[in-house]
């Protein structure tokens, strides 16, 4: 795998695919997520506004990152960039 900042650049011209919101880590958005990571190899989650205050985005962040076997890359703000591990 690519070292982490190398994959910080490639995840600047990249844009959200997922988006968590009201209904959290569900199982139909933790399947997308997947389906993405394969297709892409990186992606970037977006964490919804309506969703926080149930959970801390750091917290979030790394559940996505365990839930779905992949790399946590970077968290800034609202968006989540994880990597498929290899």
Excluded: W
């Excluded at 977006?46 to 985005?57: N, Q």
């Amino acid at each position: 795998m690519e070292d982490t900042k190398e994959l910080r650049a490639k995840a600047m011209a990249l844009e959200p695919v997922v988006r968590i919101g009201k209904s959290g880590l569900t199982d139909t958005v933790l399947a997308e997520i997947k389906k993405q990571l394969d297709q892409k190899g990186i992606i970037k989650v977006k964490i919804l506004k309506s969703f926080i205050g149930r959970e801390d985005k750091k917290e979030v962040a790394k559940k996505v990152a365990e839930k779905t076997n992949s790399t946590l890359v970077q968290n800034i703000g609202f968006v989540v960039v994880i990597a498929k591990k290899n």
